[in-house]
């Protein structure tokens, strides 16, 4: 049990990373890409390659300036500066210290970044400049390795600085395509699971009422309707039950008064019919279902649930309000062809009830 507790807390722990990192997914990029170049300027100095250096402190100014921009929401000029600085960066660096440096694999890096934002960032037909930008991203490496494949760097490096640069650079691409490809299934994961969520939560308010959690007509009918075409299980009752003077306790104490008996009801019927369906039938109307009860059980148990009404008061801040409920009961017969025909004389049977003095059970015509 511990080992699986330990599990669910490390995978709500990532979540909230992963989704934290999606959710400020440009900023961190932009201040990853800082810190590259903040080491490569480090690496340059060491080396000196002066120009370098000089372009890798360019390119850290950039980067912040690019935090600053995200932190206003203005993500597309700091999508385009990445662009266009990692591309230059390139070029410059493979100018100066040769392709066996392999800075080539900055372009690369970026790859992921074009894809994973372009697609936030440009809709419909606009997102063929993505497509443009790949093309000329792989056209610029083409370009670089045609015309520095056989040219002697600027700067020649030590192999050992060499390897390093080599090693870090693919770090880099490969942290990259790592990163936001998790990034991805991440999102497309907790989009779809946001859609599930959603479409549970309506077909829960299709069948659910949202005050009460007790069941609509649309829920509650479908199950009356499968007993009265199952004839094996077709004994059932049905009680139709309605709070007395509603109306009054609305006008009195306010429809937050009246929402918190309405609630307070249900958790009683709840608690005393145990194993039956409610329904929420409208307004202050509740319909309960007892399943495989003659009239005069279901009459016992409404008495019952009567008379706990009666003595169990809602409490409403510094109120203590006593209500009454009026309840019609009905048994199935094979006259009722449709659960409305059941229910609708229960309803009769309740009315009877409300014209003869309320706080009544009434189980038969009159």
Request: hydrophobic share 45%.
């Amino acid at each position: 049990m511990k080992a699986m507790n330990n599990t669910a807390v490390q995978q709500d722990t990532l979540s909230k990373t992963f989704g934290f990192l999606v959710k400020n997914s440009f900023a961190f990029t932009v201040g990853v890409m800082g810190l590259v170049h903040a080491g490569l300027l480090l690496f340059m100095a060491l080396t000196g390659v002066m120009p370098l250096m000089l372009f890798n402190i360019l390119s850290v100014v950039v980067y912040i300036f690019c935090f600053i921009l995200c932190r206003f929401g203005l993500i597309m000029p700091a999508y385009v500066s990445i662009v266009l600085e990692v591309t230059l960066y390139t070029v410059i660096s493979t100018y100066y210290i040769g392709l066996r440096c392999g800075t080539y694999c900055f372009l690369f890096s970026i790859v992921p970044i074009i894809i994973y934002f372009g697609s936030y960032l440009f809709k419909g037909s606009k997102r063929l400049s993505v497509a443009v930008m790949l093309v000329l991203n792989f056209a610029v490496f083409i370009a670089l390795y045609i015309r520095f494949s056989n040219v002697e760097p600027v700067y020649d490096i030590e192999p050992s600085a060499r390897l390093f640069l080599v090693i870090y650079s693919a770090f880099a691409m490969v942290f990259s395509t790592v990163f936001y490809n998790a990034m991805y299934i991440y999102s497309s994961e907790h989009e779809v699971n946001v859609l599930e969520r959603k479409n549970e939560q309506l077909t829960s308010d299709a069948k659910e009422d949202a005050l009460t959690n007790l069941l609509n007509r649309r829920g509650f009918l479908p199950i009356v309707d499968s007993l009265m075409k199952n004839e094996g299980s077709s004994k059932f009752c049905v009680a139709f039950c309605d709070i007395d003077n509603f109306k009054h306790i609305n006008d009195s104490h306010g429809h937050e008064a009246g929402d918190e008996v309405l609630k307070h009801i249900t958790v009683m019927i709840r608690k005393e019919m145990e194993g039956c369906d409610v329904c929420r039938w409208g307004g202050e109307e509740i319909v309960v279902l007892m399943k495989g009860l003659e009239i005069d059980e279901a009459r016992d148990r409404m008495e019952h649930l009567r008379k706990s009404i009666e003595a169990n008061p809602t409490f409403f801040f510094n109120k203590t309000l006593f209500v009454t409920i009026t309840i019609g009961v009905a048994q199935n017969e094979e006259r009722y062809s449709t659960p409305e025909e059941v229910i609708k004389t229960a309803d009769a049977r309740m009315y009877y009830g409300k014209q003869h003095g309320k706080n009544i059970v009434v189980y038969e015509d009159h």
